[in-house]
């Protein structure tokens, strides 16, 4: 069973940045493709961005060229810049070939 804890949620102006982190508890080359999905209130889950175990990438039209997903060991990372009011949600970090999804962490983002 693989466990994934996220980090690095907080309240940040628009235009601002945060780095969140997703620690799983094997490595990312065994667990496969992982990813970042998302849900603000009142809407449902949507997917972030996905990076696979050869580090091949994929964005959401909404935060392309704005986020970058890497990896790194047993850690994915999800860096968020130029943040907008409309990226504020709940962060999650997921392991879909285990069915696997952190706890989510916060991202606010206001003036």
């Known amino acids: 069973q693989v466990q994934l804890v996220e980090s690095g949620g907080g309240l940040v102006e628009p235009g601002g940045s945060l780095r969140l982190s997703c620690a799983a508890s094997a490595s990312i080359s065994i667990i496969g493709i992982m990813g970042w999905y998302r849900q603000a209130p009142g809407k449902q889950r949507e997917l972030v961005a996905t990076?696979?175990?050869?580090?091949g990438t994929n964005y959401a039209d909404s935060v392309k060229g704005r986020f970058t997903i890497s990896r790194s060991g047993k850690s994915v990372y999800l860096q968020m810049n130029n943040l907008k009011p409309e990226d504020t949600a709940v962060y999650y970090c997921?392991?879909?070939?285990?069915?696997?999804w952190g706890q989510g962490t916060q991202v606010t983002v206001s003036s």
């Open positions: 997921t392991a879909p070939f285990y069915a696997a």
């Open positions: 990076i696979t175990e050869v580090g």
